[in-house]
């Protein structure tokens, strides 16, 4: 057969149009001019100067702990809601619940900042919390959102897992609470880390949710490089996003690894 | 009809001695308005390896799930060794099941998966892995003890499978479709095998299979179930050369089955009239039945004589045409064409290497079975 010289031209500027606009970045964060458009010579003289700015380094800082915390929530939260979709038969509102717990994936940004917006005003004029806004509401925020993530990803594993391995453990003696901590947990452990690790990346890539719901004194690393930006970029910003490309690139790769290794688990 | 029963002390539902160790009486188990089990009653005595056997959604593995605890009847009662199972979780019956996909735990080694029992019983490590360690030396998976489920072969997580059910030495062990996923000749070994660990433990086995051969090979006793109902429950011979019914008869090996009815009806013999065969069966045993009442004989391949002489003998003997020899190497199973356009199976064992004068395509023969040789059933 012919082969088609059609297709990996397109696979190569398929790639040139995704990877283009990052590549440059990386290549700019390594200038040594002060000018962001011209290239002055090698330097990594930004990433020096990067951890000498107290700003970036605490909104860094903010976001890696709402990222951790958030994701460990949405993680456990996710768990629970995909357990019961999956386990629990047809009960009254379910349909509810599927529809709820996916609607943050397709919900525009905006709508649901803004919706977690007037929800944490009004209940802190009716309950007094969460008294402020700062870091505690954006956790709260980023939880409902990557939770749906979660759900879905936890959703798929509990549906292909061979439920004979949880009777097989309760036929062995095993109560029902020590079946899910014993056996499904572990079993299902890869989808998990992979939905915890997706969590991380997204709640570490936020703006605009954090932008509404956060207050004074909390700001996140987006939300910093955002406000620096539109004083004009500066070179310290490529070296910074370089930073956040590398960790979010490694988080996606193991929560992709982890997510083949579980399907081939699964499989064989 | 008079049936003959091998006598043996052995053999409590024959004589009784000792009371049903299981009892299942009228279960019941609906799925809406489907009934999967519809009305089994079933004693089942210690020490039996019986055997549930039955087609695809005949209900034998709704029993046996509701034997373990997984499904709860809809009506009637399950006892084990005098106690009654309404109301107890999987967890709290003296029961294991050994599952169909051995559903063994892929995150634990081939040690721990047999411990696991024995550890949520509250046991000591050194006692359990002491029972660990005798319960693989059973099954000779020993230097296997630290592989993880995913580095052994299906035979090997077979009898993982059967040494995590049994380490807890249950009163009753349930097993699913043992030896299904294994290929023909391990599962022939296996067979052998399970039948020796469970004469050796004398533990109580309740084993399902749609394989009416590891039925035969296995059972003490076969209960054969159709559409959630128990059809005719007996030792393998009795099943196989006395069935009840055209199901059992058709289910269980190859059968010849004629429609006839009865032309002579006499204490010690019955003649039954078949269009099929243009002409006559003579039954030699008294059956009662009336005269003209429809009846079907059911003879086995086995059963049935071909010669190219006509055999010594008045009765039973009809004329055919070999249509189809299918050569199985210990033996042949020839397709017989009679005058009335009707087919026959009888199968011949092939006793020596080379035969000239062996029987070929569009042979004329004589075919002739004793007059004992078939069941006569009335439904």
Redesign the interface.
């Known amino acids: 057969m012919r082969r088609n010289v059609w297709l990996p031209a397109f696979v190569i500027l398929g790639f040139v149009f995704l990877y283009a606009p990052i590549l440059s970045l990386i290549v700019f964060s390594f200038n040594e001019s002060k000018l962001v458009t011209v290239w002055g010579g090698f330097s990594t003289k930004w990433y020096g100067e990067l951890l000498r700015n107290p700003q970036i380094l605490s909104a860094a800082w903010i976001s890696l702990k709402v990222a951790v915390t958030s994701a460990t929530l949405a993680t456990v939260l996710g768990t629970l809601a995909a357990f019961v979709l999956t386990r629990f038969g047809p009960f009254k509102g379910r349909a509810l619940l599927t529809g709820m717990s996916a609607a943050p994936l397709v919900m525009p940004d905006v709508i649901t900042g803004l919706s977690l917006l007037l929800l944490f005003v009004a209940m802190e004029q009716l309950i007094g919390w969460p008294a402020g806004r700062g870091m505690t509401t954006i956790i709260i925020a980023h939880t409902t959102f990557c939770m749906a993530y979660v759900t879905v990803v936890a959703q798929s594993r509990f549906a292909s897992l061979d439920e004979s391995l949880e009777e097989a453990a309760m036929d062995l003696g095993a109560r029902p609470a020590r079946v899910f901590f014993d056996v499904t947990v572990p079993v299902i452990a890869p989808a998990l880390v992979a939905g915890w690790l997706l969590s991380f990346t997204l709640s570490l890539d936020d703006l605009v949710v954090a932008s509404f719901v956060t207050g004074p004194g909390a700001s996140t690393l987006p939300m910093v490089i955002f406000s620096k930006v539109r004083l004009g970029v500066s070179p310290d910003i490529n070296a910074l996003a370089t930073i956040i490309i590398a960790i979010v690139a490694v988080g996606v790769g193991i929560a992709t690894w982890q997510m083949r290794r579980g399907a081939r688990k699964n499989g064989g | 009809m008079n049936t003959p029963v091998p006598v043996a002390t052995s053999k409590p539902w024959i004589t009784g001695a000792e009371p049903p160790f299981i009892r299942i009486s009228k279960v019941t188990k609906r799925f809406g308005d489907f009934y999967a089990v519809d009305d089994v009653s079933l004693d089942i005595y210690k020490g039996e390896l019986f055997c549930l056997l039955g087609g695809s959604g005949c209900g034998k593995s709704t029993l046996l799930r509701m034997l373990?605890?997984?499904e709860t009847p809809t009506e009637g009662r399950i006892e084990i060794d005098g106690q009654d199972m309404a109301g107890k979780?999987?967890?709290e019956r003296p029961?294991?099941?050994m599952?169909?996909?051995y559903?063994?735990?892929?995150?634990m080694t081939v040690e721990k998966n047999v411990a696991?029992?024995l550890y949520?019983?509250g046991m000591k490590k050194a006692e359990a892995m002491e029972k660990v360690a005798e319960m693989l030396r059973l099954v000779q998976l020993t230097p296997f003890a630290s592989r993880k489920p995913?580095q052994l072969s299906g035979g090997q997580r077979q009898r993982v499978a059967l040494a995590?059910?049994l380490v807890?030495r249950p009163k009753l062990l349930l097993l699913d479709e043992p030896l299904g996923a294994l290929d023909k000749k391990l599962r022939e070994e296996t067979q052998f095998e399970l039948i020796k660990i469970q004469e050796s433990l004398g533990v109580t086995f309740i084993v399902v299979t749609h394989d009416q051969e590891e039925a035969m090979t296995l059972a003490s006793r076969i209960g054969v179930m159709n559409a959630g109902q128990i059809v005719q429950v007996g030792e393998p011979p009795e099943i196989y050369e006395h069935p009840n019914s055209r199901f059992v008869a058709d289910f269980i090996g190859s059968v010849n089955m004629f429609e006839g009815r009865v032309t002579e009806d006499e204490p010690d013999y019955i003649r039954l009239g078949v269009a099929d065969l243009g002409g006559s069966i003579y039954v030699g045993h008294g059956v009662s039945c009336v005269l003209d009442q429809q009846l079907w004989y059911a003879v086995r391949p086995e059963k049935i004589r071909i010669s190219r002489t006509r055999p010594d003998k008045t009765e039973n003997v009809f004329r055919a045409v070999v249509d189809e020899i299918a050569y199985m190497g210990n033996i042949s199973i020839h397709r017989l064409k009679l005058p009335t356009g009707r087919l026959l199976s009888a199968t011949k064992a092939n006793l020596t290497r080379h035969d000239d004068e062996a029987i070929t395509w569009g042979d004329e023969v004589w075919v002739t079975w004793d007059d004992t040789a078939g069941a006569v059933l009335t439904r």
């Open positions: 373990a605890g997984f979780a999987p967890y029961t294991n099941m599952f169909q996909s559903a063994l735990f892929p995150h696991y029992g949520r019983d995913h995590r059910s807890k």
